[in-house]
Every structure is written in C-alpha cells, then in structure tokens.
C-alpha cells in the first residue's frame, strides 16, 4: 500500500509558475513510476508527466511539453511538477499517481495507476 499526498497547488496568474509536490509513504517508493494526471470541471482526468522508478526516463502530454518539467527524490519519496508559464487551461484539480506501466505507451493511462493522492487544485487567472 502506498500513501500518496499532493501539495503546492493554488491560485497563480496567466504566465506565473507553481510547483506541486507529492510525497509517498508505504511501501518503497523507488519501485513505482510516477504520474501527474489532472481533472478540470466536466473533463475527463487526463495525463500531464510521468517519470520512470529511476528518473531517467520522462513523458509529457503536449500540451505541457516545455512548460512543465516532472522529478523525482527517491531518498525523500517525493515527486515534483514543476509548472511553468501557466495558461487559464490548465487550470484543474493535479493528482499524481504511482504505479508500475509495463510499456511506455502504458505510461499515459489511468488505469496503470495503483495509487493516487487526493488532489490539488491549480487555478490560473487571465
């Protein structure tokens, strides 16, 4: 069983940053993959980044790609979204998500997931 608690999220204007934190507790954390998925009202949960158990390995949507950068601490069981150059869409609830994806194309699916946190809600302004 793993515990996952997201925080950092929050109120920011167009073009402003925030950083989201996750942190694990439970079983080792070094062996799951790490996802960030993110929900907006009347949306389908949709994925953002995931990074591989090491971190050597990275994936994002392209709708974030090069605003946004995915990492992770495995001696502080902690992974981070870093978000850059905020837009009023990607205003959302943030959810990350730990679980073992056989395949990188399996990496952007929800249901590879085994665990996830309660949320955060990132709200950007225009």
């Known amino acids: 069983q793993v515990q996952l608690v997201e925080s950092g999220g929050g109120l920011v204007q167009d073009g402003g940053s925030l950083r989201l934190s996750c942190a694990a507790s439970?079983?080792?954390?070094?062996?799951?993959?790490m996802g960030w998925f993110r929900q907006a009202p009347g949306e389908e949960r949709e994925f953002v980044a995931a990074?591989?158990?090491?971190?050597?390995?990275?994936y994002y949507a392209d709708s974030v790609k090069g605003r946004f950068t995915i990492s992770r601490d495995n001696a502080k069981n902690t992974v981070y979204l870093q978000m850059s150059s905020l837009k009023p869409e990607d205003t959302a609830v943030y959810y990350c998500?730990?679980?073992?994806?056989?395949?990188?194309?399996?990496?952007?699916?929800?249901?590879?997931?085994?665990?996830w946190g309660q949320g955060t809600q990132v709200t950007v302004s225009s």
């Open positions: 998500a730990a679980g073992a994806p056989v395949y990188t194309y399996d990496v952007i699916r929800a249901s590879k997931y085994d665990y």
């Open positions: 439970g079983r080792t954390f070094s062996i799951y993959a």
């Open positions: 990074i591989s158990r090491s971190g050597g390995n990275t």
